[in-house]
């Protein structure tokens, strides 16, 4: 079972930068391709990003492209979002997510299998 554990929300003003951190406790961390997810207040899961297993390749949702940028750091088991520009609409909860071993980084929320607590990210105008 992998837990995921994200950090780094608040609350911001627009045009802001953040930086969010997804902290792993699975060992295969380096195996695992992850996405992060967004919710905001009576809307549906959105796709943010997601990055591959080795980093190698990264993928965005219209809404992060140009602005937010995924990474990760395997050697510390985290994945990183930060986050540029931000604006109001931005405001959500954003949530970690990580793949079984082996599989691709996707855009598709119900396709990951873990899923972190989520951390709140407000912007305000």
């Known amino acids: 079972q992998v837990q995921l554990v994200e950090s780094g929300g608040g609350l911001v003003q627009a045009g802001d930068s953040l930086r969010l951190s997804c902290a792993a406790s699975d060992r295969t961390f380096g195996a695992n391709a992850m996405g992060w997810f967004r919710q905001g207040l009576g809307k549906e899961r959105e796709f943010v990003a997601a990055?591959?297993?080795?980093?190698?390749?990264?993928y965005y949702g219209e809404s992060a492209k140009g602005r937010f940028t995924i990474s990760r750091d395997n050697a510390k088991n985290t994945v990183y979002l930060q986050m540029s520009s931000l604006k109001p609409e931005d405001t959500a909860v954003y949530y970690c997510?990580?793949?079984?071993?082996?599989?691709?980084?996707?855009?598709?929320?119900?396709?990951?299998?873990?899923w972190g607590q989520g951390t709140q990210v407000t912007v305000s105008s």
């Open positions: 990055i591959s297993s080795r980093g190698s390749r990264t």
């Open positions: 997510a990580a793949k079984r071993p082996g599989y691709r980084a996707t855009s598709n929320w119900d396709e990951y299998d873990y």
